[in-house]
Structures are given as structure tokens and as C-alpha cells.
């Protein structure tokens, strides 16, 4: 399917989303492994860090205040929720993770926390994230989890999705990505049995 296309979807359904998402099932689907997530980005501190897929702000509400933070996201909706939400805690920006408009080696940590499994071009994403991570930044990516068969299964039927999914990742499939962009992938787990998480270093 075109990637413009996916990404309308995507776009649709999170402006239609973006008030309610926070008690919707996807939301309280990913916030069951907000506090692992913490436990990874709070072994460090004082960090420029950039939440990529932002959606509406509640991951980054989260963070430390003594880290100086930065969302990202394709829907402009999410992002004044984010606002409403945040106030001055963040720097926000509308934008595609495809295009991210900082210079190379400005962040210590990207955070991309269920929103990969929507990109349609995942490479072009990660090149994106690799160019503005410093040298030894990191990326914590977590992102739903499927045994095979099921996700062969539901990656068929996302073609179908007016969600705009594209993609969930096996382990190999998303190490291979990394390695193609270069990561160096540190850590693979399974916070809970339908989620990874991952860390990679530039």
C-alpha cells in the first residue's frame, strides 16, 4: 500500500482519537509498560530527549523535569493535546518521523513507544532517528509483540486496518532494520507477553 496513504489513515485516526485516546483500549494498552520504560530512560539524567510519535504528551508528562524534553507527532491534534497537557515541560512540534527537522547529533535519547508499527517506510525513520542521536545517544523502542503465526496473520489483515498500522516487527525483522541504520542493539525484552522492548545505541 502507498506510504501516503498509511499515512492518512494514521493521521484520521488519531485526530479523530486524540481527546479520548488516553481511556481508549490502545491507550491503556501501551500505558501497562510506561513504568518500564521510566526504569530504562531514568538510568541516565540531565538529557536532551525526543519522543518521536509523541501522540498526546502522556509518556513525556512522565519524565523528569530535570531532562530537557521534545515531542514529535504527524497529528497536529494529539500535539495540542500534548500542549494542554505539558504546558512549558516540552518543546512540540507537528511533524513526520520520516523528516526530523533538528540537526545531526542533538539528542541523548529518542523514545519511540508504540507508534513504529504505523511508519511505513521504517528504514527511512530509523536513518532519521540515528542522524540527530549524538554518538553513544540511545533509542528505547517499544512497540506490540506477536508470536508467530498470529503475526503473520495480523500483518495481513492490516492492509485492511483504516488505522493506519503497517507493520508489527518479529525480533529478527526489527534487528535487522537496526543494523541496517546502524544501531547496535543493547537489550530485547518482552515487558509483558504482547510488547518488546528494545535498546539500541548509536
Not at 64 to 89: F, P, Q, Y
Not at 125 to 139: A, I, N, S, T
Not at 140 to 159: G, H, K, M, V, Y
Amino acid at each position: 500500500m502507498n506510504a501516503e496513504i498509511i499515512k492518512e489513515k494514521s493521521l484520521r485516526n488519531f485526530d479523530s482519537e486524540a481527546e479520548v485516546y488516553e481511556k481508549s483500549s490502545d491507550g491503556k494498552f501501551c500505558s501497562r509498560i510506561y513504568p518500564y520504560i521510566l526504569d530504562e530512560l531514568n538510568k541516565k539524567n540531565n538529557e536532551l530527549i525526543l519522543d518521536v510519535g509523541c501522540g498526546n504528551g502522556v509518556m513525556l508528562s512522565k519524565m523528569n523535569e530535570n531532562n530537557k524534553l521534545h515531542g514529535v507527532d504527524l497529528s497536529k491534534a494529539m500535539i495540542d493535546v500534548a500542549k494542554k497537557r505539558l504546558k512549558d515541560k516540552a518543546e512540540l512540534i507537528v511533524g513526520d518521523a520520516e523528516f526530523l527537522l533538528w540537526e545531526d547529533n542533538y539528542f541523548d535519547t529518542i523514545l519511540c513507544t508504540f507508534s513504529f508499527h504505523h511508519y511505513p517506510r521504517p528504514k527511512k525513520v530509523l536513518d532519521e532517528m540515528y542522524r540527530v542521536l549524538k554518538k553513544g545517544g540511545r533509542l528505547i523502542l517499544a512497540d506490540p509483540w506477536f508470536p508467530t503465526p498470529l503475526r503473520q496473520i495480523t500483518n495481513f489483515f492490516l492492509r485492511f486496518s483504516d488505522k493506519g498500522d503497517f507493520h508489527e516487527y518479529s525480533q529478527r525483522e526489527i534487528t535487522d532494520l537496526l543494523e541496517a541504520s546502524n544501531f547496535k542493539l543493547q537489550r530485547f525484552t518482552h515487558p509483558t507477553n504482547d510488547t518488546f522492548l528494545l535498546v539500541a545505541e548509536k
